[in-house]
């Protein structure tokens, strides 16, 4: 099935200061997916479908695309295993994959975000970089031939496919009015969740986001739990990295108790993993608002001295929403169980303060609502 992607894709680097000795700075690489595809030939569409990949024998890069959604699948098993050296040996094994895709038409789009190292050699030493590259060969002014030296650069950031106009848009606003500002790994992953949420505005692309971290000491792949992971091995997989398990796949030849048994282990693990999502993104979601009304009440302050007080609760409560974000990229950086569930216990504490200062609201303004 011509399964098409209509995307929205990115990646970007930061660098956080370092305090241990030797090195001056530590590289994040962040990327988000949207998990939207759709099909010619049915002319329906999914919002469940896998975009990020996470690829290499190693296990430290992280493979996006946008394009021929069936094309990305193919290229992604072929690279889940493979003794990667860099990224530009990833851009040349590439290069040779998709001229053997079954079906390859280059008169067709497939492109690419990995993220990755790459080796710089006049330093003799290496560095996250992230590739932005045509894996196909495709343009409007091109036909249907090949070129033989297709487009690929290393960027810092980078955004494809039909959402990723609104991602500049709204990016071009944030600079012209003076909001862009990153100090924190929290103000890069709460970048990254608006970039997911403005892309969604394209009609083909939904937020339900699937976001990446690959750092020196390898990636961090986080799912929506609606998506459905191309294939048992990239489910396993997931489980094993991030809650570092050691689950075999659920392959025929377990039966019976055991199979019972390794079930249950794994929607477990997948419990944990859809809870951790899902107060993450509720943990973004708030750090955004209250960005926002920061704005907001720092203007008001700034002509009106009697906002004080509203202006210094929203400081207050901003940074307390960053703290929590800062915990969440942490949860994800060092994975885990033990990480994962730490962050989650926290997570539930506070949940558990909301609720007693609810219970507390209603006495307050509506006491009749309260007895009963």
Same mark, same amino acid.
Request: proline letters at 2%; one cysteine or more.
């Given at each position: 099935?011509?399964?098409?992607? *209509?995307?929205?894709?990115?990646? @970007? ?30 002319? &329906?569409? $999914? ?25 990305? =699948? ?23 994959? =998709? ?36 894996? =196909?060969? $495709? ?5 249907? +031939? ?56 394209? *009609? ?14 390898? &990636? ?45 282990? /794994? ?6 993993? +859809? ?17 926002? $009304?920061?704005?907001? $009440? ?16 929203? /400081?207050?409560?901003?940074?307390? @929403? ?12 060092? /994975?885990?169980?033990? &990480?994962?569930? &730490? ?12 609720? @007693? ?16």
């Amino acid at each position: 099935m011509n399964v098409l992607k *209509m995307t929205n894709i990115g990646g @970007a680097k930061f660098l956080k200061k370092n305090r241990e000795e030797g090195e001056e700075f530590e590289e994040y690489l962040f990327f988000i997916a949207d998990s939207m595809a759709s099909s010619r030939e049915s002319q &329906s569409k $999914w919002d469940y479908y896998q975009k990020m990949f996470v690829v290499g024998e190693n296990k430290d890069f992280i493979l996006m695309g946008t394009g021929r959604g069936d094309w990305l =699948t193919h290229l992604a098993s072929k690279l889940e295993n493979e003794p990667l050296v860099g990224l530009e040996d990833t851009y040349q094994q590439i290069l040779f994959l =998709t001229q053997n895709i079954p079906g390859i038409n280059h008169n067709e789009c497939l492109n690419l975000i990995i993220g990755g190292y790459h080796i710089l050699p006049r330093q003799a030493r290496k560095t996250l970089g992230i590739l932005h590259m045509n894996a =196909t060969g $495709w343009s409007p002014d091109e036909g249907k +031939s090949r070129p033989e030296n297709i487009g690929a650069r290393l960027e810092d950031f980078v955004f494809d496919g039909s959402g990723s106009g609104n991602v500049i848009s709204y990016l071009d606003g944030l600079h012209e009015t003076g909001k862009i500002y990153v100090d924190d790994l929290a103000d890069v992953l709460v970048y990254m969740y608006e970039f997911g949420k403005q892309g969604a505005k394209n *009609m083909g692309v939904n937020d339900k986001l699937q976001l990446g971290i690959l750092t020196k000491n390898g &990636s961090s792949v986080l799912y929506h739990p609606d998506i459905r992971l191309a294939g048992d091995n990239q489910f396993t997989f997931y489980l094993n990295q991030m809650c570092s398990a050691k689950l075999p796949v659920l392959g025929d030849d377990v039966e019976g108790k055991e199979r019972i048994e390794l079930g249950q282990a /794994r929607q477990d693990l997948k419990k944990v993993l +859809s809870q951790v999502y899902c107060s993450l993104i509720s943990d973004l979601r708030e750090y955004a608002e209250l960005r926002s $009304w920061y704005t907001s $009440w720092s203007e008001a302050y700034a002509a009106n001295e009697k906002f004080k007080e509203c202006f210094d609760n929203i /400081r207050e409560r901003r940074a307390k @929403a960053r703290g929590h974000v800062t915990d969440g990229v942490n949860a994800l950086v060092n /994975r885990g169980l033990d &990480s994962l569930v &730490s962050y989650l216990k926290d997570c539930d504490l506070r949940q558990r303060v909301v609720e @007693a200062r609810a219970v507390e609201h209603i006495q307050k303004y509506a006491p009749q609502v309260a007895k009963q």
